[in-house]
């Protein structure tokens, strides 16, 4: 059975459904992408500086490479590299972490001492040079009472506050 040869003059209406699919497959790898991008923009700026950090850094893989530790042993050199910057990164996270830790801890318990005995007067109030009596005596009236006994705080949830 042989093969009838094709048109070498396509009409309008056999040209334009390949056309059409092109253009509408087009449409949808866009849409695709759009899609892709919109999804990873939050990753992209950290893409952004894995690959500067890199690049930076190639120079010394290199100079890394050729010392007798390291020779023909790519993959213990990357991993030594990526838990060197980890480490780099990550331990003075880990050091801001312990201390807001701490401070909170001291924050809370300066609180609880505030709720029983009020804050005292600064020594400094006395060394001003204009007010320091009306400052005082504000001081006194509002900050020095302990904060338990004042209407404002037992208003509060005072089981979680003052606990």
């Known amino acids: 059975m042989p093969i009838a040869p094709r048109d070498p003059w396509p009409t309008e209406s056999t040209d334009r459904v390949p056309r059409l699919q092109r253009v509408a497959s087009a449409a949808l790898y866009a849409v695709l992408v759009l899609v892709a991008l919109y999804t990873a923009r939050t990753f992209i700026p950290a893409v952004v500086w894995a690959i500067v950090i890199a690049i930076a850094l190639w120079p010394a893989f290199g100079w890394l490479e050729r010392r007798p530790l390291f020779h023909r042993r790519n993959t213990l050199l990357a991993f030594a590299l990526t838990v060197a910057l980890g480490l780099l990164f990550v331990v003075p996270f880990a050091i801001v972490a312990a201390q807001a830790i701490s401070e909170a801890h001291d924050m809370v318990h300066w609180f609880h001492e ?50």
């Open 114 to 163: 505030v709720l029983r005995e009020g804050i005292p007067v600064p020594s400094i109030v006395g060394h001003l040079p204009v007010g320091s009596q009306q400052v005082s005596h504000w001081w006194q009236d509002n900050l020095s009472t302990p904060l338990e006994s004042l209407p404002a705080m037992k208003n509060l949830h005072s089981a979680t506050v003052a606990r």
